[in-house]
T-cell receptor
Framework: AQSVTQLDSQVPVFEEAPVELRCNYSSSVSVYLFWYVQYPNQGLQLLLKYLSGSTLVKGINGFEAEFNKSQTSFHLRKPSVHISDTAEYFCAVRANNAGNMLTFGGGTRLMVKP | DAMVIQNPRYQVTQFGKPVTLSCSQTLNHNVMYWYQQKSSQAPKLLFHYYDKDFNNEADTPDNFQSRRPNTSFCFLDIRSPGLGDAAMYLC????????????FGPGTRLTVL
């Protein structure tokens, strides 16, 4: 079985500051990793994913994430946030032998302040 | 441009009154999923269809049923909603059930009075 831990339930940050949202996972098999964003009262939108290859993955809206196998982490980063980035961010994993079933972390609420 | 559509976006029902939530997709994907997301929690998979093959998660209550009459549509039926079933219900699709990304709809927020 897999599990995902998002270490911070809320991250307040000022506009134009850098941000890192942390994600750690646990799995006995290799995994694929995802970050989704959810704006208020909306569904989940895929930000980026790691399937294989380069461990630094670039996504939409200026976000990027780095897969670190030794630390079992997949932290999300953005060098300069905007007010419009205020949302809930979910990290998810999928085991490579578990079909297409996603296991989500508990989410991190990013609050960007002016 | 809408790819995964959920109707209605907001649904109010009464305790014990059956309710149906709708999902449709224009992607022609084989797999459709239903998730339940309670306030400030992660989405939880209820079940999914691969074509017409239904796959129920082990801990999904019997109160929740699903129908997929064709490739484009999938319905979530809650037979007797309780107060604890108030949540956002998310529909997602993927091309296959092994490697493809899941694409989510905007969700339906269910309120139970």
């Amino acid at each position: 079985a897999q599990s995902v831990t998002q270490l911070d339930s809320q991250v307040p940050v000022f506009e134009e500051a850098p941000v890192e949202l942390r994600c750690n996972y646990s799995s006995s098999v290799s995994v694929y990793l995802f970050w989704y964003v959810q704006y208020p009262n909306q569904g989940l939108q895929l930000l980026l994913k790691y399937l294989s290859g380069s461990t630094l993955v670039k996504g939409i809206n200026g976000f990027e994430a780095e897969f670190n196998k030794s630390q079992t982490s997949f932290h999300l980063r953005k060098p300069s946030v905007h007010i419009s980035d205020t949302a809930e961010y979910f990290c998810a994993v999928r085991a490579n032998n578990a079909g297409n079933m996603l296991t989500f972390g508990g989410g991190t609420r990013l609050m960007v302040k002016p | 441009d809408a790819m995964v559509i959920q109707n209605p976006r907001y649904q109010v029902t009464q305790f014990g009154k059956p309710v149906t939530l709708s999902c449709s997709q224009t992607l022609n994907h084989n797999v459709m999923y239903w998730y339940q997301q309670k306030s400030s929690q992660a989405p939880k998979l209820l079940f999914h269809y691969y074509d017409k093959d239904f796959n129920n998660e082990a801990d999904t209550p019997d109160n929740f049923q699903s129908r997929r009459p064709n490739t484009s549509f999938c319905f979530l039926d809650i037979r007797s909603p309780g107060l604890g079933d108030a949540a956002m219900y998310l529909c997602a699709t993927s091309r296959d059930d092994t490697t493809d990304t899941q694409y989510f709809g905007p969700g339906t927020r269910l309120t139970v009075l």
